[in-house]
């Protein structure tokens, strides 16, 4: 999938994974992608949680060998 920026929170623990990907997207235009890396199991629901409550879109989330990979549309 495209992206316009990478945001890399590997080995970060709630909420800092939320709080970066909040600060990346703020820093960002409308429209644009952020595509995340996370290690944090819970970031399943934070993640889901924080499109829910932001309005920004989360257009995908998966997970590979323990690492959470989420594509995120700023609104």
Excluded: W
Excluded at 14 to 36: D, F, N, Q, Y
Excluded at 42 to 54: E, I, N, P
Aim: hydrophobic fraction near 40%; proline fraction near 4%; glycine fraction near 6%.
């Amino acid at each position: 999938m495209h992206f316009d920026r990478e945001l890399d929170v590997k080995g970060l623990h709630c909420p800092l994974p939320i709080l970066r990907t909040k600060k990346a997207l703020s820093e960002m235009a409308s429209g644009e992608v952020l595509h995340v890396l996370a290690t944090d199991p819970g970031s399943l629901k934070d993640f889901a949680a924080f499109a829910r409550q932001t309005g920004n879109d989360l257009l995908s989330s998966s997970e590979v060998d323990r690492v959470f990979e989420y594509y995120l549309k700023r609104k």
